[in-house]
């Protein structure tokens, strides 16, 4: 079998996440890790066994047997990493949100599209069995028509005003567009309707926070004592979102997100009620779907994916019984991603660029209409 040799843009959580990951599918040889200096590269190189290492990327991008690259860095270098990515050649997985702007999206999907080349905006959470289960149910109407489409992300690493991370300050949405977009991009994908218009209202509870000097890890700042050497500093991203929104016609829906919620530890939660039955995912339950009944008892499904519709079994590669968690969401993005980079006819079974700049839209359209306290079209 034919290795294809990867790199890594960044060595926090998600750098280890996509690199732990591409290591199960068998046939991808992560072969670099490119950190924002040397030093910080070279201990991740060391921890996850990486051979080569570097504090410039652009080193990488200049190895012609690197195929392609994931971009795991803060959200501001998405941008200039996937163009410069794309403009030597190399396929392009890229964390969300795929950019700090719509702008910037446009030509990123343009400059992919003229180099032929496969692309990825990571909205893993997909990829989880009984959400591509409850993607299959009501494609077979199995619920009815869809009238109702709520639910809420919701976190707790950012609760208190001495958690800190980059995200606080990287651009001008934090928790819409860090979860807020996961869960639009779900509800999207699972029941096939677009969001068209909507209201939303954002809140910053918390308008000073304590950036310590020193970088913190994604989710590790919660077990560290409070900084003794900080800067307090003005923030103007939110904590917490709340939209009602509509999909055409019909569907009506709501949602809320949070990363200040205490307890939730990394909770999506969708709701789809039907003229038939509802149906309910908790991505803290990921291996349950609660169907609901109006004149008999609802039903919890454990996933069994050799019950599951034919188009859903192979997001599942474990026994009924036998737990695949959110890794596994990488897992299997990641291997429909490179079917199509070693067979570029392949079908497309994996969000694209197109899908981060569509993400992107809806944050700009929530950040409107939070400004203007109105109803925004998208």
């Not at 670099?32 to 590269?41: C, K, N, P, Y």
């Not at 928790?175 to 809140?203: M, N, P, R, Y």
């Not at 103007?236 to 200040?260: A, C, L, P």
């Not at 599951?308 to 890794?327: I, M």
Request: glycine share 8%; proline share 3%.
């Amino acid at each position: 079998m034919k290795k294809i040799k990867v790199a890594i843009f960044g060595t926090g959580f998600m750098g280890r996440v996509h690199t732990e990951s591409l290591r199960r599918l068998g046939n991808i040889e992560v072969v670099g890790v490119a950190g924002s200096t040397a030093q910080r590269a070279r201990k991740f190189a060391d921890e996850v066994g990486i051979e080569r290492s570097v504090g410039d990327y652009r080193e990488l991008l200049e190895d012609r047997e690197i195929e392609a690259v994931h971009i795991c860095s803060p959200n501001a270098l998405h941008y200039e990493m996937t163009m410069r990515s794309l403009e030597h050649g190399k396929h392009v997985v890229c964390e969300k949100p795929l950019a700090s702007t719509v702008a910037e999206a446009h030509e990123m999907i343009a400059l992919a599209k003229t180099k032929g080349l496969a692309n990825c905006t990571l909205y893993n959470i997909r990829s989880y069995p009984q959400l591509q289960n409850l993607r299959r149910m009501l494609e077979n109407g199995d619920l009815g028509d869809i009238r109702i489409v709520q639910g809420a992300y919701s976190q707790d690493w950012l609760l208190f005003d001495t958690d800190w991370n980059w995200r606080v300050d990287s651009g001008s949405s934090r928790t819409f567009a860090d979860i807020g977009t996961h869960w639009c991009d779900l509800a999207e994908h699972v029941t096939g309707l677009k969001i068209t218009s909507l209201c939303a209202d954002l809140q910053t509870f918390m308008k000073t926070r304590k950036r310590p000097k020193g970088s913190v890890e994604t989710f590790k700042g919660k077990n560290l004592t409070p900084p003794a050497d900080f800067d307090e500093v003005a923030i103007n991203t939110e904590d917490f979102g709340s939209m009602i929104f509509k999909m055409g016609d019909v569907v009506r829906g709501s949602m809320t997100t949070s990363q200040v919620s205490a307890g939730r530890k990394n909770r999506l939660f969708l709701e789809i009620y039907g003229t038939k039955a509802s149906a309910v995912w908790d991505g803290e339950r990921p291996e349950e779907l609660w169907i609901g009944h109006r004149n008999r008892s609802s039903e919890l499904l454990i996933k069994d994916s050799t019950i599951f519709p034919e188009a859903a079994q192979s997001y599942s590669d474990l026994p009924g019984g036998h737990s695949e968690g959110y890794d596994a969401t990488f897992k299997q993005t990641f291997r429909r991603f490179y079917r199509t980079v070693t067979e570029r006819g392949a079908p497309i079974e994996y969000p694209t660029f197109e899908d981060g700049l569509r993400q992107l839209t809806l944050v700009d359209a929530v950040l409107e209409s939070s400004k203007q306290q109105s109803w925004i079209r998208v």
